[in-house]
């Protein structure tokens, strides 16, 4: 069945950096965009980045644009999103979505002194 499996959220100080994986499973991940969407705690689930089948294109949330990178390896079926410089307020939790279809269980990311 389809899986997709989060890891890499934790506690970091403002101005960290943080490094999300995805591990897909169950279908042909190549032929899937990928997306990172993240929920804030009292707030609606929000599309953070996404990376077409073959990763020649990149799309971002303006509150994360020139931070944070999205990337695929479609060789080890991974999409992972570097993090850098990190504000409070990017503290949620953070899912991996495939084809605006599939859903992970999502990773916590705690962005605090």
């Known amino acids: 069945q389809v899986q997709l499996v989060e890891s890499g959220g934790g506690l970091v100080q403002p101005g960290g950096s943080l490094r999300l994986s995805c591990a897909a499973s169950?279908?042909?991940?190549?032929?899937?965009?990928m997306s990172w969407y993240r929920q804030a705690p009292g707030k609606g689930r929000e599309l953070v980045a996404t990376?077409?089948?073959?990763?020649?294109?990149?799309n971002y949330a303006d509150s994360v644009k020139g931070r944070f990178t999205i990337s695929r390896d479609n060789a080890k079926d991974t999409v992972y999103l570097q993090m850098k410089s990190l504000k409070p307020e990017d503290t949620g939790v953070y899912y991996c979505?495939?084809?605006?279809?599939?859903w992970g269980q999502g990773t916590l990311v705690t962005v605090s002194e």
């Open positions: 979505n495939a084809g605006f279809r599939y």
């Open positions: 169950g279908f042909t991940f190549s032929s899937y965009a």
């Open positions: 990376v077409t089948t073959m990763g020649t294109s990149t």
